[in-house]
Nanobody, 126 residues
Framework: QVQLVETGGGLVQVGGSLRLSCAAS????????MGWFRQAPGKDREFVAA????????HYADSVKGRFTISRDNAKNTVYLQMNSLKPEDTAVYYC???????????????????WGQGTQVTVSS
């Protein structure tokens, strides 16, 4: 069982920045592929970004490319999502997720992930 705790959400103005953190339990964090997803009210959960266990492969949704950066610190069992140039459409609950498989075919698909955090709210006001 892996427990994930997201922090760093909040209210920010358009054009502002936030950094989300996701702390994971367990001693094998460095072997996990990690992802960030988000869900706005009335919408399906959508992929935001993913990072491989080594940090060598990164994936981003087109809607956040150039604005968001995913990274990880295996020594701290933590994955980050740096969000810059925020827009109102970025407003959502943000979730981090763990995929235990060493290799996942589609990191943008929720079904690839085994554990999920409780989410943190990000609200971008105009």
């Amino acid at each position: 069982q892996v427990q994930l705790v997201e922090t760093g959400g909040g209210l920010v103005q358009v054009g502002g920045s936030l950094r989300l953190s996701c702390a994971a339990s367990g001693r094998t964090f460095s072997s996990y592929n990690m992802g960030w997803f988000r869900q706005a009210p009335g919408k399906d959960r959508e992929f935001v970004a993913a990072i491989s266990w080594s940090g060598g492969r990164l994936h981003y949704a087109d809607s956040v490319k150039g604005r968001f950066t995913i990274s990880r610190d295996n020594a701290k069992n933590t994955v980050y999502l740096q969000m810059n140039s925020l827009k109102p459409e970025d407003t959502a609950v943000y979730y981090c997720a763990v995929a235990r498989a060493i290799y996942i075919v589609s990191p943008n698909r929720p079904r690839e992930y085994d554990y999920w955090g409780q989410g943190t709210q990000v609200t971008v006001s105009s």
